[in-house]
């Protein structure tokens, strides 16, 4: 009689706002589950904590602080999915993107290294729907964080096979 193994895969989603993270996180949870394959789909903290602030009355996601605490609440959560046993667990929020909002003091290989398999999606300058706000009203801002991401991503690529770079929306 063989022993079967459990198997755990943690996936993570990287890029910049408005990229597509969540959109395609969940959609490959909802493919994998269709397949009845176990998965699950972990949210990003920092959705939770930017409503937190929103109420009361802080601006953004709480500053370096409110980061520090994004940075916390994921990498508890996702070590927490990681140690399941028999499932793929998915996050559209990688503690890599800390980084990118004041956690410049992070390694970003000891972060990749925590992921099976990473998602980049770069940002790009197109508006996916018609009512796309964001990008509509801050184009400037979206190009400099496209920049900044494609600046800071794309050697990480060359060096770690675990980054697999999607197409940007639409």
């Known amino acids: 009689m063989s022993e079967t193994k459990e198997l755990s895969v943690l996936i993570g989603f990287i890029g910049a706002p408005g990229c597509g ?6 959609g490959l949870t909802y493919r994998l589950k ?5 998965a699950e789909f972990i949210p990003e903290a920092a959705r939770q904590k930017i409503i937190e602030c929103r109420i009361a009355g802080i601006p953004g996601n709480g500053g370096l602080e409110g980061q520090k605490n994004i940075y916390a609440a994921d990498t ?9 046993a028999n499932s793929i667990s998915i996050t559209d929020g990688s503690t890599v993107n800390c980084f990118f909002y004041g956690l410049q003091d992070l390694d970003l290989a000891d972060e990749l290294a925590k992921y099976d398999l990473s998602f980049y999606i770069p940002l790009t300058d197109t508006a996916y729907k018609n009512n796309d706000a964001n990008r509509l009203q801050k184009r400037e801002e979206i ?3 496209g920049a900044l991401w494609e600046s800071v991503i794309a050697p990480l690529e060359k060096e770690n096979a675990s980054i697999i770079r999607l197409n940007g929306y639409p």
């Open 21 to 26: 993270k969540t959109t395609t996180a969940l």
């Open 76 to 84: 508890y959560l996702h070590g927490l999915y990681r140690n399941h």
């Open 34 to 38: 269709k397949e009845e394959i176990a």
């Open 143 to 145: 190009l400099r964080l």
